[in-house]
């Protein structure tokens, strides 16, 4: 019998998780279809019980419910627990199971695309949001050397750094403090929405200390380059757009439905056509 996915989200129109992974459902040879499903904030808990209900068999969870979920589920991964965010629930015979591939899609992209390993490496992140968060982890599970976070709002990247208590060396900065050290870093992420369509013209962050070489990496693909991206290219930066992210995530929920991981290749120029 056809199996059923999905995404369950608020907006949710827009989504391209639905072409990537009927395209690598066809691709398999795997009779199952996946669909976006939108769900408003009041309706979430409902939701979760008609998945039970009508049997499907897993779903990716974005915006806005990555977190309220939770507490609707039957068992959460223990990294989703530390995260406090699922983005994929798998359907394990009635049982709902959460987990969150975003961080580690992240790592897995990062890694890959710039043939870059994380171990020992110094890093700043710029942000202290949901995105940030999961990377963190991440992150510090491949045994980063050290996480630094910025963020305008300097207290929340504190805030975030106590919270993960995680067993790697992080400092918090201001913007303008993490400008000054930039050449400290082997790679800089930038996991805020700053740059993000329709806003193209501003930056995260001045890269004017910024070393030659140095791995950067924006977790938005829409503009596939920002502004941000295009000027660190520019300044000899090895440079990496959030399409790899955002194709990692959906591998990484895809195998946990199937067992598979699908060609990522195939994945992102799917994502990327029809971002065109
Ligand atoms: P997400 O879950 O996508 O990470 P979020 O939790 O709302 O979203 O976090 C957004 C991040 O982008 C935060 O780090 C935010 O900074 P503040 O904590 O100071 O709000 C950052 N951000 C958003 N707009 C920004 C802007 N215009 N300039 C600088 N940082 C911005």
């Known amino acids: 019998m056809k199996k059923l996915y999905g995404v369950i989200g608020c907006p949710i129109h827009h989504s391209l998780s639905p072409l990537m992974h009927n395209d690598a459902f066809q691709l398999l040879g795997i009779d199952a279809h996946y669909h976006a499903f939108h769900v408003e904030k009041e309706d979430l808990q409902e939701a979760i019980k008609g998945l039970k209900a009508l049997g499907i068999s897993g779903v990716n969870v974005t915006i806005p419910h990555k977190t309220a979920v939770i507490p609707f589920l039957d068992e959460i991964d223990e990294m989703a627990a530390r995260i406090g965010a699922v983005n994929t629930i798998v359907n394990e015979n009635g049982r709902l199971i959460g987990y969150n591939t975003d961080g580690s899609g992240f790592v897995r992209a990062l890694s890959e695309e710039t043939k870059t390993d994380i171990q020992g490496k110094h890093i700043l992140l710029i942000g202290a949001g949901g995105a940030a968060r999961g990377i963190y982890f991440a992150l510090a599970s491949a045994q980063a050397l050290r996480i630094d976070i910025c963020n305008r709002t300097k207290l929340k990247a504190e805030k975030l750094i106590e919270e993960c208590d995680v067993s790697v060396a992080s400092t918090a900065y201001s913007l303008q403090e993490a400008e000054e050290r930039l050449s400290e870093y082997e790679i800089i992420i930038n996991t805020t929405s700053v740059g993000l369509y329709p806003d193209v013209e501003v930056m995260p962050l001045s890269l004017t200390c910024m070393k030659e070489h140095t791995i950067v990496s924006d977790i938005i693909y829409n503009p596939l380059e920002t502004k941000w991206l ?47």
């Open 230 to 276: 295009k000027e660190a290219r520019q300044k000899g930066a090895i440079v990496q757009n959030g399409v790899g992210m955002f194709v990692y995530q959906g591998a990484l929920a895809f195998e946990k439905w199937t067992g598979i991981f699908p060609d990522v290749e195939r994945m992102k120029q799917v994502v990327i056509q029809q971002l065109g």
